[in-house]
């Protein structure tokens, strides 16, 4: 059975920097490879060829223009609550209830 995987990527430009996303679906406990962000990169609309193998950077060409494209696999949502982080954080506070 195939699971969605989202790959975060950041377009580094003279125009400036965006962060995307794409999809990839792999099977279950398969971890997204190089050629998997390729293509996803490529879906996406990228005429992309690898620049760093180790970091997973991209360089991109569009008729006029090159560009880099870095895929963050390590990205974490700012807005992602760490919910057992907030628990811990909890105990240590000072009950401002009295008994």
Known sequence: ?????IVHFKIISKAGTRQLR???YL???QEPTLQDFEQCLKDCGHD????????FIFKAFKPG???LIDVLEDYEDPQTR???AES???TFMKD????
């Open 1 to 5: 059975m195939k699971r969605e995987h």
């Open 22 to 24: 794409g999809l990839i």
């Open 27 to 29: 099977e279950e406990n």
């Open 48 to 55: 992309v060829r690898i620049e760093n193998k180790e970091q």
């Open 65 to 67: 223009e090159e560009y």
């Open 82 to 84: 760490d919910r057992h």
């Open 88 to 90: 811990l954080f909890k």
């Open 96 to 99: 401002n209830n009295p008994l």
